[in-house]
């Protein structure tokens, strides 16, 4: 499971400072790459990392533990589904 940490599209929201709506759309649109884990969509911690680098500004401690505790919460709650994506 290492190297497959997700978190979920509404936190990453939450992270951005955008609505969830508008996370969504960009997942949609292809500006962000997620995976599809049955209804809900996940975002890689690599593809969050690569948001923040974008904006040209290194994430900050706050950030980082914001992040990771995003990662946590969500492998303790698609943990299962999670395993078996990374088997196909």
């Given at each position: 499971m290492e190297g497959n940490e997700?978190?979920?599209?509404?936190?990453?929201?939450k992270m951005l400072g955008i609505s969830r709506i508008a996370a969504y759309m960009?997942?949609?649109?292809?500006?962000?790459?997620?995976?599809k884990i049955g209804r809900s969509f996940a975002v890689s911690k690599a593809e969050v990392q690569a948001l923040a680098n974008i904006?040209?500004?290194?994430?900050?401690e706050k950030e980082k533990t914001?992040?990771?505790k995003a990662v946590k919460k969500t492998v303790a709650e698609y943990g299962e589904?999670?395993?078996?994506l990374g088997k196909e």
């Open positions: 997700y978190i979920s599209v509404a936190q990453l929201a960009k997942v949609k649109k292809g500006q962000i790459k997620a995976i904006t040209g500004a290194p994430l900050k914001e992040i990771d589904v999670l395993k078996r």
